[in-house]
C-alpha cells in the first residue's frame, strides 16, 4: 500500500485534532508533519500560570458540553484520558445560568434564565418573552436571497427587544463583532436551517429531527446525564494542545516548531511543495492548511496563477481583541448579585469602552491563587469597534488599554481597589468574521480546489466556526477526508 503523506500547517487546536487523527490512521498507512510557525503549540489557547497557583486564560477560557460539534472533543478528551483533570460546570450552577448586560443608566441586568422570563415583564423588556415566543411561528420566512445579517432576522422573528438586548451582546461576547454585518447562515447555521426547513425556529425546535452530527461518546453521554454546561481544565484549555502533541508524539507524528511554511507550490503530479522558513523544501501528498485564510493566501505562488482564490482567501476579515486579565484580592470585590455569575456584556448600542467582563473566579474558582482569596476577572475589548475606539492597534498601548480595563470596572461593577494583578494581551486578528455571503465565498473558494484538483483541504476558524469544538470537529472531518483519497 502507498504510504501517503501528509504536512498540516499550523499547531493550534484545529491542525493539531487534523494531525492527530490522521495520525492515529496509523503510521504504515500516513506519514504526517505538522509545521507550527511560532515556538508553543496551541494557537489562540494560551493558559499561564500567575503566582501561587492561580492560573489565567489569553484566549479561550470554557468550551460548550453541547451543541453539533461538542460530542467531538468530548470523545478526544476521554481518548486522551483528560477526564480526571476535567472542571465541568452544570447547566444549574449560578455561573452557568446567571448572565448580565450593562446599561448606562441601569446598571447590571439579569438576562433570562428561567421559565418565569417568560409570563412576567422583567428590566430591560417591555413584556413577558411568551408573547415574542408566540407570534414567532406566525412571522413569515424570508425570500429575499439566501443569507442575511444576524440582526435582521432576529428583528423579522423575533423582535426588537430580542436583537438589541439578547443577540447584539451575544455576538460582542462570541465573536467580538456586529450582529448587523455577521451572517445568520454562517454564525448560527441551525437558526437558519429551522427557519428554511420549517417556516419557524419554535416549530424546528418543536418538531424538527435532533442534528445527526453529535459523535457519541461516554464522556458525552455523561455530560448529558449530569446537565453539563461548560467545561475547563484544572490547569486550564491548554491541557488539551499539550495532552495532543504527547499524543501525536508517541503516534510517531513529526512535529516542527518555529518553523513556519513560507510557500505552496502545487505540481504537475497532484502533489505539493512545502518550502519552509529555513529554507527546505518538502514534498507531500496532501496538505491541511489551519492557517488563517489571509496568511494562507500569501504563501500561494503568484506565479501559479491562483489569483481567484488568493483574493477570495484574502477577502475574510478578523478583528483584533485586547483580553484584559485582572486580580483583586479578596472576595468581596464584586456587586452580590454578580458574585456568582459567568459574566456581563455591553450591548453596542450603550457607550462603553469594553465588549464585557467574564467572572473567571465564579466559573472556575480552582484556577485562583491557593495562598490567600481572590478575584479573578477578565475584560475583552474591541473586536470590531477596535480601531474606533483605541486607533491602529499597532500604536495602541497596552497601559492604555489597562487603564480604560480598570475605569470600566470601577465605573460598572464599583470596584475601587487597585488590582493586585493586571495583563493586558492584545490578540491581533484572533477572530474572523463571518460577514453575510461568507458561506457563498466559501463555496466558491472549495469549488476552485476541486476543479483545479488541489491536494489542499482547508480548517481552522476562518471557515466553519470559530469554536474550539467547531475547530476540533473540523479537524478530523479534514484528516478522515484526506485518509480516504486515493
Ligand atoms: C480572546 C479569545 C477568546 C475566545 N474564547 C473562546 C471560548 O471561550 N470558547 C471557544 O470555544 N472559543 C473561543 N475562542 C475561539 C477559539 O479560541 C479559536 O477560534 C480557536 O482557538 C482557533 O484555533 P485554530 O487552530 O483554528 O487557529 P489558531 O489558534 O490561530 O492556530 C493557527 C496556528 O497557525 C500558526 N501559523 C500561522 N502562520 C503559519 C505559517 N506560515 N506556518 C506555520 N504555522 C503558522 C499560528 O502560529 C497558530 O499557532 C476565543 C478566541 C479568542 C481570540
Redesign the pocket.
Known sequence: MHRKSIVV?????????AAWYAAKQGAERLQVVL????S??????KSYDIHNGGVM????????ASGPTAGTTLSMISELGLEASLLPIQSSHPAAKNRFIYLNKKGLILLPNGPSWFFQTKVPFSRPLLSSVLREPFQPASTEGDDESIRSFVLRRLGKEFADYLIDPMCRG?F?GDSSKLSIKSCFRQLYDLEKDHGSVIKGMIFGKRNKEVLQSSLRDKALKEKWSIYSFKQG?GELPNALVKSLESLGADLKLS????KLEFTAAGQVQIT??DGKVTTADHVIS???SK??A??LSPSQHHQSLRSELTAVPSVN?A?VNVEYTGQNVLPPQFVQSFGYLVPSHQKSNILGVVNDSATFPQHNRTDQPSTRLTV?MGGEWFEDLFGSVESTSEDHLASLALEALREQLGISQDPSYCKVIV?RA???QYFVGHSARLERIREYIRSQSLPLTL????YD???????VHF?MRAAQCVAELR
Do not use: H, K, Y
Open positions: 500547517l499550523g499547531g493550534g487546536i484545529s491542525g493539531l485534532s509545521l507550527e510557525g511560532s508553543s503549540f496551541g494557537g489562540w489557547i486564560e489569553a484566549g479561550p477560557r470554557s468550551l460548550r462570541i467580538a484549555l518553523l513556519p511554511c513560507t519552509t522558513g489551519s492557517l488563517p496568511d494562507l500569501q504563501l481583541v483580553v475583552m490578540q484572533c477572530i474572523p480548517i481552522g476558524s476562518s466556526g470559530v469554536s474550539v469544538n467547531d475547530c479537524g
